[in-house]
């Protein structure tokens, strides 16, 4: 008898030791998750989406992530500017929910983010590089982040010891911006506690305006032209039926005249100045812009592949390659000469949409395409998702891992809603849906109480496009009796996905007013 309590205690408790083993060796295989995100990247810059500069790009490494990973086909912003578009990946919710509308607004530190999520959950928590918020950023272990938009040489940058005190306490860092950030995050991945998983946010200030690039890619596309999107000279509404004027590359082709004949006292430091289209026809000088300005664009992405490149090599020596959630994207597209464009802001393709590819060897199939429809409100949710943790009810997103698995749900999403929130006349304030095929979008022009915006008004006007017929957006078709029925269909589905995301401006009466006038 004695025996056979020795032996029933024995196998009880290694029943005990092998429980607790398989929920130690469970926690520790929660995965890691490393979220690197440019500024403006666009889609058109990738290579991987095709496009009249995917022979001319440098992509070695999103190559590589996309071939070991898999590629986002129409993940799209919801807000297609740097402040808002992050703080909604931060906290799942659009702007009207976190209250980051416009450029000038805050993410405040008391806000429920994804960080905090996963930091009360067991993840150690960081950010490295760009921030842009204002607030002290929360829920995470450590950060390091630039002032403001930063800059692209010997960039300064604060951390929780020197967040709060002067400027002349900050750290400068010698050095190209997305070199700098890529070492600190590397040395923040070997000095981490790897007790824990963790979630890594790497931020890019490239490619934002002033599209600048390290020394070692100076000559890359001397003496070869750039290919040009076909749109490039378009030169007004007119051509097009679109109701604004947008921002032309004039604009672009101003800032660099301006630099050049003050370079001490302009906002920024452009790369290869002087520049001066005097002289030039429109054409000619519009195609000089266009150069200029798209050369320094792919050399500024160009040393962000490299970078991507040295953090895949990483994971592959510390051998966490295996364990890893590996995303790249950017904050939202860019306008790189399409519609005769530079910038970003209007609900059209190149701007609306956010390259993305991911890559997690353990669930996601190597070299897959995903056509489904996510925003950027779902990524706080596939995070919590991967996880293990219960999404917050404040996360208005919703997480896509199962789409990664090539298992769809039924009652997924078949459009997308997007706002922009900035008034300005050529660029106005609009709000839309986009569905698989078709477009629509209402420019009601109305500042509202957005800071930083035009109290300059634009009459309301609507704009239809069928990506189909019509993929580069070139001719409204708002008016074209054929897609009548399809308009109207699209405009009781705006009123439901406004309805649902409570965004109604029931607080505007001018708004309620536009919709009675102009809503039939």
């Known amino acids: ?41 666009t889609s058109q810059a990738w290579g991987i989406y095709g496009g009249v500069l995917k022979d001319y790009v440098q992509n070695t490494n999103i190559e590589r992530l996309g071939d070991q990973g898999m590629v986002l086909n129409n993940a799209f912003c919801t807000n297609s500017i740097c402040v808002p578009s992050r703080a909604t990946i931060l906290s799942g919710q659009y702007s009207n929910k976190n209250g980051v509308y416009t450029l000038s607004d805050a993410l405040h530190s008391d806000s429920l983010n994804v960080a905090k999520v996963l930091q009360k959950s067991g993840y150690q928590t960081a950010i490295i590089g760009k921030w842009h918020l204002k607030d002290e950023p929360s829920g ?25 005190k002067p400027a002349e306490a900050w750290d400068v860092h010698k050095g190209f911006s997305t070199d700098v ?22 931020h890019f200030k490239a490619t934002h305006e002033p599209f600048d690039f390290p020394e070692r890619y100076n000559h890359l596309y001397e003496n070869i032209e750039i290919p040009e999107p076909e749109s490039l000279l378009d030169f007004s509404p007119e051509t097009t039926g679109r109701s604004i004027i947008g921002q032309k590359l ?57 970078n991507i490149g040295k953090i895949l090599d990483y994971l592959e020596a510390s051998d966490l390659a295996e364990n890893t959630i590996v995303i790249y994207t950017a904050d939202q ?19 609306l949409r956010m390259p993305f590819v991911i890559r997690y060897p353990k669930e996601i199939e190597a070299g897959g395409r995903l056509d489904d429809i996510i925003l950027n409100i779902d990524f706080a949710a596939l995070f919590a998702d991967y996880a293990g943790v219960q999404q917050p009810e404040s996360f208005q997103g919703r997480s896509f891992r199962e789409n990664l698995k090539g298992r769809t749900p ?43 915006s035009s109290k300059e008004t634009t009459e309301p006007a609507w704009e239809f496009y069928d990506l189909e017929k019509d ?30 995301v409570e965004d109604t401006d029931e607080q505007y009466p001018t708004m309620q007013k536009i919709f009675k006038t102009h809503w039939n």
């Open 1 to 41: 008898m004695n025996a056979f309590k020795l032996l029933f205690t024995l196998s009880f408790a290694c029943l005990l030791v092998n429980c607790n083993s398989s929920k130690k060796e469970e926690k520790t295989e929660r995965p890691n998750i490393l979220f690197i995100m440019s500024d403006d990247h």
């Open 140 to 164: 995470f272990d450590y950060y390091n982040i630039l002032h403001d938009q930063g800059r692209y040489w010997d960039p300064i940058l604060r951390t929780a010891e020197n967040f709060n």
């Open 181 to 202: 950030i890529t070492q600190l995050s590397l040395d923040w991945l070997n000095q981490r506690d790897k007790d824990k998983p963790f979630m890594l946010m790497t």
């Open 250 to 306: 004039e604009n672009l082709s101003w800032r660099y005249e301006q630099a050049s004949n003050d370079p001490k006292n302009w906002w920024c430091h452009y790369p290869g100045l002087p520049f001066y289209t005097k002289g030039m026809d429109s054409i000619t000088a519009r195609k000089a812009t266009y150069q200029k300005f798209i050369k320094d664009f792919m050399r500024s992405g160009a040393a962000i592949d490299d």
């Open 333 to 351: 597209g860019y306008f790189l000469g399409e519609h005769g464009f530079f910038d970003k802001r209007l609900i059209y393709e190149e701007s």
């Open 410 to 452: 039924e009652d997924w999403r078949t459009s997308a809603y997007y706002r922009y929130w900035t008034n300005h006349p050529e660029r106005p304030g609009h709000f839309g849906i986009r569905n698989k095929r078709y477009k629509l979008a209402l420019f009601y022009g109305q500042s509202l109480d957005m800071t930083g």
């Open 471 to 500: 993929p580069k957006e070139n001719h409204n078709a708002y008016n074209n009796t054929e897609y009548q029925d399809i308009i109207k269909d699209m405009k009781v589905e705006l009123i439901k996905q406004r309805e649902a």
